[in-house]
């Protein structure tokens, strides 16, 4: 087997993507590893969280204990008596997701116990615990003390800190650092010797469990915790209100640091203030938290004043605010990546789907190139010399042609006969469709002819369509959205124009928009049963730009026209069972699904009939049955996908491609699109 780089789920010892379709089954099997965590289900032992009633705590009592209930897993939380209720906060969440009967199996199943922080409550000892989730408070020596006592009592049992910045080293136990919110994002970073059990069944779970380096605060805190720092320090020196600051951090990187903090909570400007004081410490000012942020982690006061001026406060100098704010973050870059913290992918996954960075922070670096990024730290050491001499790492820029730099969300493997492609990254951008190009150049270079086109099963448990950031500049610009709708286009036809046999395969609870258009260019398309497939343009309203208005009707007969013009003018979803014959070639649970892949790739006995592609003309019908009437705009909205439809159906395959690009580059200038949902996310970014 070849890859272009290691695959993310060989970090977590689970060998490489292709060998789940060969072998047809996934790496982590949720049963078996729930089993050796927990013991057999005739000896059931229980998850306990201490600093249950905490903001991480009672947030990961309830995603682990959803997942858990199945398995009749107790789960028991451990805090002091007078700890507000922060389970009990939690119960309205869980019923909006679950549905009250659920939700009521899930917090019955949760076990609340009380303790003085120096015994352990009697009670505990029935419930067998296995395995001891730790929340409490960010001071080490409680920490040490308290796991003290659980070994005490229990001598086999797993224990597991979410601390947000002590490392492995200090702690003496595995890290397992969630993200926030914490009852909904799934990303853990881990710090383990080798991947433990525990973690694999995270990954069985649903969760996205990621391996990391030991090294104090680990990624996201350092990326979080930095952008607060760069955003309080750029107010310091232009005294722009906070809320302003916010608003340009976001324009120029993604997040509102210092709105987060105001919405998490008083603790986290502690929080912050204790990752970022340990990490001076240990490296240097860089990390120094400012004196504004020391005060207010004493006092606890928000950051936004509830009396917010109306009056505007422009930007003087963009150089100034790129200086204070991305010269630190490169620099703290400079010094995960001279650390190996991670694999690059790692790296940049945790940027995106944990400090809400638009891209990762490595994709942003490549974008910017290595000479501008060490120009732009020089100029942040002339406004602030103390940290030129703390951890500066600038030749760790120089590799970026390496296949770890270049391919930070797709990869490729191949056993010499058939090649698989992951994407990593949950929506589609111009990195993707970058390194997808890179990708089926690499398969080709390697004599591949027979490819599947897949998720990672690893970092994207989903695939939400395209990133509609990519669209900001064709609002305003109509040969921006061309280009995006032609190229786009473009890398998704390879699929079916360049290999033997392709295979889209869909492995997650979704597939929606430009990722479907991009997996409906294979050959043939497979999916597991429930995965929820559809083209929800039309409610944005956007024009499908990647063939969605004429791709899958030339593959279908003119019997299943009516299903696809409602896919389409609707856009609502239908689970891919229902798909089957007029959208999937194939749909099943997840081991039959992966055998009949491969099967397709490897030149097996299958089954399927090929559905092509027809190049000629179609006749497509101008009205759908049984569509229900919508307001005026999106009524609108359905006749400008009809136009698209019947003018890219009404040609050659060939012609069809700038076709469509038209309509969807054209309709971007519409008002419709303008005050929709791109057009005001754009407003609400973009226009500050």
Same mark, same amino acid.
């Given at each position: 087997?070849?890859?272009?780089?290691?695959?993310?789920?060989?970090?977590?010892?689970? *060998?490489?993507?292709?060998?789940?379709?060969?072998?047809?089954?996934?790496?982590?099997?949720?049963?078996?590893?729930?089993?050796?965590?927990?013991?057999?289900?005739?000896? !059931?032992?229980?998850?306990?969280?201490?600093?249950?009633? #905490?903001?991480?705590?009672?947030?990961?009592?309830?995603?682990?204990?959803?997942?858990?209930?199945?398995?009749? $897993?107790?789960?028991?939380?451990?805090?002091?008596?007078?700890?507000?209720?922060?389970?009990?906060? +939690?119960?309205? *969440?869980?019923?909006?997701?679950?549905?009250?009967?659920?939700?009521?199996?899930?917090?019955?199943?949760?076990?609340?116990?009380?303790?003085?922080?120096?015994?352990?409550?009697?009670?505990?000892?029935?419930?067998?615990?296995?395995?001891?989730?730790?929340? /409490?408070?960010?001071?080490? &020596?409680?920490?040490?003390?308290? %796991?003290?006592?659980?070994?005490?009592?229990?001598?086999? /049992?797993?224990?597991?800190?979410?601390?947000?910045?002590?490392?492995? &080293?200090?702690?003496?136990?595995?890290?397992?650092?969630?993200?926030?919110?914490?009852?909904?994002?799934? $990303?853990?970073?881990?710090?383990?010797?080798?991947?433990?059990?525990?973690?694999?069944?995270?990954?069985?779970?649903?969760?996205?469990?990621?391996?990391?380096?030991?090294?104090?605060?680990?990624?996201?805190?350092?990326?979080?915790?930095? /952008?607060? +720092?760069?955003?309080?320090?750029?107010?310091?020196?232009?005294?722009?209100?906070?809320?302003? $600051?916010?608003?340009?951090? !976001?324009?120029?990187? #993604?997040?509102?640091?210092?709105?987060?903090?105001?919405?998490? #909570?008083?603790?986290?400007?502690?929080?912050?203030?204790?990752?970022?004081?340990?990490?001076?410490?240990?490296?240097?000012?860089?990390?120094?938290?400012?004196?504004?942020?020391? !005060?207010?982690?004493?006092?606890?006061?928000?950051?936004?004043?509830?009396?917010?001026?109306?009056?505007?406060?422009?930007?003087?100098?963009?150089?100034?605010?790129?200086?204070?704010?991305?010269?630190?973050?490169? +620099?703290?870059?400079?010094?995960?990546?001279?650390?190996?913290?991670?694999?690059?992918? @790692?790296?940049?996954?945790?940027?995106?789907?944990?400090?809400?960075?638009?891209?990762?922070?490595?994709?942003?670096?490549?974008?910017?190139?290595?000479?501008?990024?060490?120009?732009?730290?020089?100029? %942040?050491?002339?406004?602030?010399?103390?940290?030129?001499?703390?951890?500066?790492?600038?030749?760790?820029?120089?590799?970026?042609?390496?296949?770890?730099?270049?391919?930070?969300?797709?990869?490729?493997?191949?056993?010499?006969?058939?090649?698989?492609?992951?994407?990593? !990254?949950?929506?589609?951008?111009?990195?993707?469709?970058?390194?997808?190009?890179?990708?089926?150049?690499?398969?080709?270079?390697?004599?591949?002819?027979?490819?599947?086109?897949?998720?990672?099963? @690893?970092?994207?448990?989903?695939?939400?369509?395209?990133?509609?950031?990519?669209?900001?500049?064709?609002?305003?610009?109509?040969?921006?959205?061309?280009?995006?709708?032609?190229?786009?286009?473009?890398?998704?036809?390879?699929?079916?124009?360049?290999?033997?046999?392709?295979?889209?395969?869909?492995?997650?609870?979704?597939?929606?928009?430009?990722?479907?258009?991009?997996?409906?260019?294979?050959?043939?398309?497979?999916?597991?049963?429930?995965? +929820?497939?559809?083209?929800?343009?039309?409610?944005?309203?956007?024009?499908?730009?990647?063939?969605?208005?004429?791709?899958?009707?030339?593959?279908?007969?003119?019997?299943? %026209?009516?299903?696809?013009?409602?896919?389409?003018?609707?856009?609502?979803?239908?689970?891919?069972?229902?798909?089957?014959?007029?959208? $999937?070639? %194939?749909?099943?649970?997840?081991?039959?699904?992966?055998?009949?892949?491969?099967?397709?790739?490897?030149?097996?006995?299958?089954?399927?009939?090929?559905?092509?592609?027809?190049?000629?003309?179609?006749?497509?019908?101008?009205?759908?049955?049984?569509?229900?009437?919508?307001?005026? =705009?999106?009524?609108? =909205?359905?006749?400008?996908?009809?136009?698209?439809?019947?003018?890219?159906?009404?040609?050659?395959?060939?012609?069809?491609?700038?076709?469509?690009?038209?309509?969807?580059?054209?309709?971007?200038?519409?008002?419709?699109?303008?005050?929709?949902?791109?057009?005001?996310? =754009?407003?609400?970014?973009?226009? /500050?």
């Amino acid at each position: 087997m070849k890859s272009m780089r290691q695959t993310t789920l060989e970090t977590l010892g689970l *060998g490489p993507v292709i060998d789940i379709f060969s072998k047809g089954k996934l790496p982590a099997d949720e049963k078996s590893l729930v089993d050796k965590v927990f013991g057999p289900a005739k000896n !059931r032992g229980s998850l306990v969280i201490s600093g249950g009633n #905490g903001i991480v705590g009672s947030g990961k009592a309830m995603q682990l204990g959803a997942r858990l209930l199945p398995y009749d $897993v107790p789960i028991v939380t451990l805090d002091l008596p007078d700890a507000p209720d922060g389970i009990g906060q +939690q119960f309205g *969440g869980l019923k909006g997701s679950f549905g009250a009967k659920t939700a009521n199996e899930i917090m019955a199943n949760i076990v609340k116990l009380n303790y003085d922080g120096a015994s352990l409550p009697e009670a505990l000892a029935s419930f067998k615990p296995r395995f001891l989730l730790e929340a /409490i408070p960010e001071i080490l &020596k409680l920490k040490k003390s308290h %796991y003290g006592l659980m070994r005490k009592h229990f001598e086999d /049992i797993e224990i597991r800190s979410v601390t947000s910045g002590f490392p492995n &080293k200090e702690l003496g136990v595995g890290i397992l650092h969630p993200s926030f919110p914490h009852p909904i994002n799934k $990303v853990w970073e881990v710090v383990e010797d080798t991947p433990s059990d525990i973690t694999r069944m995270l990954l069985a779970l649903g969760l996205v469990p990621i391996m990391v380096g030991d090294h104090w605060s680990f990624i996201l805190d350092v990326l979080f915790c930095g /952008i607060t +720092q760069a955003a309080i320090r750029y107010h310091e020196a232009t005294n722009m209100p906070y809320w302003k $600051v916010d608003k340009y951090v !976001r324009r120029l990187i #993604g997040p509102n640091p210092v709105r987060a903090h105001d919405a998490i #909570g008083p603790g986290a400007s502690f929080l912050t203030w204790s990752c970022l004081h340990h990490l001076a410490e240990t490296y240097g000012e860089v990390f120094r938290p400012s004196p504004e942020l020391v !005060r207010r982690k004493n006092s606890g006061e928000s950051w936004y004043s509830s009396n917010r001026p109306v009056v505007d406060w422009g930007l003087d100098d963009e150089e100034l605010l790129n200086s204070w704010v991305l010269g630190p973050i490169f +620099q703290m870059t400079s010094l995960m990546l001279h650390e190996n913290r991670a694999p690059l992918s @790692h790296m940049n996954a945790i940027g995106e789907l944990c400090a809400q960075f638009t891209k990762g922070i490595n994709a942003f670096v490549r974008s910017y190139g290595a000479d501008k990024v060490i120009k732009t730290v020089k100029a %942040y050491h002339k406004l602030h010399p103390e940290a030129k001499g703390s951890c500066w790492y600038p030749k760790v820029f120089a590799k970026m042609d390496s296949p770890e730099w270049q391919q930070l969300y797709v990869n490729a493997e191949h056993d010499g006969s058939v090649g698989v492609i992951t994407i990593s !990254r949950e929506s589609l951008n111009w990195d993707v469709v970058d390194e997808l190009n890179r990708a089926v150049n690499w398969l080709k270079s390697e004599k591949i002819k027979k490819v599947i086109l897949t998720g990672d099963f @690893h970092m994207s448990t989903q695939l939400v369509g395209a990133d509609t950031t990519e669209f900001y500049p064709a609002l305003a610009d109509e040969k921006a959205g061309f280009k995006v709708a032609k190229n786009w286009s473009k890398m998704a036809r390879r699929f079916h124009n360049e290999f033997d046999v392709s295979v889209g395969f869909i492995d997650g609870k979704r597939c929606l928009g430009g990722m479907l258009e991009l997996m409906m260019h294979c050959h043939y398309l497979v999916s597991v049963d429930d995965a +929820q497939l559809g083209m929800p343009e039309v409610t944005l309203p956007v024009v499908p730009g990647m063939e969605g208005c004429h791709w899958a009707l030339r593959k279908a007969g003119s019997g299943d %026209y009516q299903k696809i013009l409602g896919l389409l003018l609707s856009g609502k979803s239908v689970r891919a069972k229902d798909a089957s014959g007029w959208l $999937v070639d %194939y749909t099943g649970k997840m081991e039959p699904a992966l055998k009949k892949a491969w099967q397709i790739a490897s030149g097996g006995k299958h089954g399927l009939k090929l559905r092509k592609v027809k190049d000629s003309a179609l006749k497509v019908p101008k009205t759908v049955k049984g569509l229900p009437a919508g307001d005026p =705009a999106l009524e609108a =909205a359905r006749k400008a996908l009809m136009d698209c439809i019947q003018a890219s159906c009404g040609t050659t395959l060939a012609q069809a491609l700038d076709v469509q690009a038209k309509h969807s580059a054209g309709f971007m200038l519409n008002k419709l699109c303008q005050k929709g949902a791109i057009g005001s996310s =754009a407003k609400k970014m973009m226009d /500050i």
